[in-house]
């Protein structure tokens, strides 16, 4: 490659690094009808048209441990949703929470505890129409256990790899075991959930003080109990392998298999279950970052780069939440990827980029798919969470959550 045809290539990797990112960040392309997994879709085809990448060399990119277990997880979910599991766990909500503060407090550690080993945009899919169910029944205000369901769920997402999305990234990337990842990361999810209800219980006083006793007539689930019994069983045998050690890909590979081994459910139903533009948009962000980090991330850039002062828990903090609100978490964590490699202590990196990564999603309503699944879901049944409402709670929640991770790591 001459050196006009190398400093061609990284003015492209960049070009289309940038506008791939912004497009991500502002979600669609002004003018058109590309959505995110289009634009990383685009920039991946775009990194190899460019000749930035040799299409062999896009290929080999996709980090296929992280799709595979997502999509794992994904087919999980989908049997459980599918078997009435979240339904069952709703009804049993509405029996014994009494009052609005109880109520208040099984939404959020029912979000929490479920977005900690599951997918946490899945479990918000699951649960909002529910919950929105539920307490318009009451004749609550739903806003309140809304943005619960929806905090909760990015705050319990940071226990553990298989949480969400972000964090089966760091977890291929790092090499860190499950069962460390969730010792360090699970008592800041649950403190975060303890101030959830805190912050949420003070905010909506209204709400939740005087305290009045509730009483709901919801309809009996009809779960399909083989179904649910059969997915269960195998969840609790994925969880029991990850913390054993088995590696998370091939323990979630394995677990999604023998779910669509089944004489019950028809294949296809799993399959409408699944998001397969976020698998899409993995794919076309490993290739868009490997091009910009080949022409453009040259080894000297680096080692200037790894003598800035990124190591230290709070300024590391401070840069990937900022980044995450800028162009999502997801993006975040894959342009950090090179960076953390060449500091002092990568695993404790890592975990600090997973906790704020995670917890700077409660900031903004845009902040996270989860936030956005919520809104959009209680909006279809003319319910509206404004975005001052959401931030009124998410700016200080994510302030002291991150704090509290910045402290115990």
């Not at 993006?331 to 997973?354: G, K, N, T």
Request: with cysteine.
């Amino acid at each position: 490659m001459t050196v006009d045809a190398g400093a061609a290539a990284r003015v492209a990797a960049a070009l289309i690094f940038a506008a791939t990112y912004a497009v991500i960040a502002i979600g669609r392309l002004p003018g058109f009808r590309l959505d995110r997994a289009g634009a990383a879709f685009l920039g991946a085809s775009l990194m190899v048209a460019a000749g930035v990448l040799s299409l062999p060399e896009a290929f080999s990119a996709i980090d296929m441990n992280t799709i595979v277990l997502l999509l794992g997880m994904m087919i999980v979910v989908a049997n459980l949703r599918l078997s009435g599991f979240f339904r069952v766990l709703t009804n049993w909500t509405a029996r014994h929470a009494r009052y609005p503060l109880a109520l208040l407090s099984a939404v959020t550690l029912l979000s929490g505890i479920l977005s900690a080993f599951l997918v946490n945009d899945a479990v918000c899919l699951a649960l909002t129409p529910l919950v929105l169910e539920l307490v318009l029944k009451l004749k609550r205000d739903p806003v309140p256990y809304l943005l619960a369901l929806a905090m909760a769920a990015n705050i319990g997402g940071v226990a553990t790899i298989t949480g969400n999305p972000q964090n089966m990234i760091i977890g291929t990337l790092s090499g860190i075991s499950y069962g460390r990842f969730a010792v360090a990361l699970a008592p800041v999810a649950a403190i975060g959930l303890l101030l959830t209800i805190a912050l949420i219980a003070i905010l909506f006083r209204a709400e939740f003080w005087p305290a009045e006793r509730l009483s709901a007539s919801m309809p009996p689930p009809r779960p399909h109990r083989p179904v649910m019994v059969k997915t269960l069983l195998i969840t609790a045998g994925l969880m029991i392998a990850l913390f054993l050690g088995v590696v998370p890909a091939k323990a979630a590979a394995f677990a999604g298999a023998i779910l669509l081994l089944s004489r019950r459910v028809k294949s296809r139903k799993v399959y409408a279950e699944i998001d397969w533009t976020l698998l899409l948009m993995f794919a076309g962000l490993f290739i868009v970052v490997a091009g910009f980090e080949r022409a453009v991330l040259t080894p000297s850039l680096l080692g200037r780069l790894a003598a800035l002062p990124l190591s230290g828990g709070p300024v590391l903090s401070l840069l990937t939440a900022v980044l995450s609100n800028l162009v999502s978490n997801v993006p975040a964590v894959l342009v950090l990827r090179r960076f953390i490699e060449h500091l002092a202590d990568p695993a404790r990196a890592w975990l600090v980029v997973a906790m704020a990564s995670t917890l700077a999603g409660n900031f903004t309503i845009l902040g996270s798919v989860a936030n956005l699944i919520v809104v959009q879901r209680a909006r279809a049944q003319h319910v509206e969470i404004r975005f001052g409402t959401y931030f009124r709670v998410g700016a200080p929640l994510t302030l002291l959550t991150i704090a509290v991770g910045v402290l115990l790591l």
